[in-house]
């Protein structure tokens, strides 16, 4: 079954770390990639997107974003980790094809913690 | 400046006593969404609009019924709430179908988190 697997369910940075988020689809067809952030109690807010324009998405609050075809992953990361962006980070799919085809099919989030 | 508006933010109910949430929307979108999330867990869609047409995920219970009654407007119905039902429900709205223009953004509401008595 097609499906995102997001490696890590809790990451734990310091402030001012790099923060790298892991995202790995499972197509040999390059589906819409989407990578979005939830704070406690909040909806879900777009960070970035990936739709076949480039290869390296850059996104809001400094996140960004590199599409692998050979390695079938979008990992999310951004240089330097702040207190404000302690939150659950959920990677998301749309596949062209196939069982989840025209679905946004979530990943299982990942709990991302910034220390002082 | 609010897009995608949800009400109430939190509703408590008891066990089998209906509720209805609602959802509303300024962006004039074609499509709207319900999902279902539970504590720790990935949001699951449980049914769409697109405009008048209603789309329901074959694993979404019969408990759980929308109506749509013009562009900005959405309700989940939940006929029997039972303690299962408790989680967080989301609404999302999006330009287009994910089948037509898959790299349209689905704009998500702030939730509204149902718990069940």
């Known amino acids: 079954a097609q499906s995102v697997t997001q490696l890590g369910s809790h990451v734990s940075v310091s402030e001012g770390a790099l923060v790298l988020l892991r995202c790995n689809y499972s197509?040999?067809?390059?589906?819409?990639l989407f990578w979005y952030v939830q704070y406690p109690n909040q909806g879900l807010q777009l960070l970035l997107k990936?739709?076949?324009?480039?290869?390296l998405v850059k996104g809001i609050n400094g996140f960004e974003a590199e599409f692998k075809k050979s390695e079938t992953s979008f990992h999310l990361t951004k240089p330097s980790a702040h207190m404000s962006d302690a939150a659950e980070y959920f990677c998301?799919?749309?596949?062209?094809?196939?069982?989840?085809?025209?679905?946004?099919?979530f990943g299982q989030g990942t709990i991302l913690t910034v220390h002082p | 400046d609010a897009m995608v508006i949800q009400n109430p933010r939190y509703q408590v109910t008891q066990f089998g006593k209906p509720v209805t949430l609602s959802c509303s929307q300024t962006?004039?979108?074609?499509?709207m969404y319900w999902y279902q999330q539970k504590s720790s867990q990935a949001p699951k869609l449980l049914f769409h609009?697109?405009?008048?047409?209603?789309?329901n995920e074959a694993d979404t219970p019969d408990n759980f019924q929308s109506r749509r009654p013009n562009t900005s407007f959405c309700f989940l119905d939940i006929r029997s709430p039972g303690l299962g039902d408790a989680a967080m429900y989301l609404c999302?709205?999006?330009?287009?179908?994910?089948?037509?223009?898959?790299?349209?953004?689905?704009?998500f509401g702030p939730g509204t988190r149902l718990t069940v008595l």
């Open positions: 609009y697109y405009d008048k047409d209603f789309n």
């Open positions: 999302a709205t999006s330009r287009d179908l994910p089948t037509s223009s898959p790299s349209d953004t689905q704009y």
């Open positions: 998301a799919v749309i596949y062209a094809g196939g069982t989840s085809y025209g679905k946004l099919t």
């Open positions: 197509s040999s067809v390059p589906p819409y």
């Open positions: 990936y739709t076949s324009a480039a290869t």
């Open positions: 962006l004039n979108h074609n499509v």
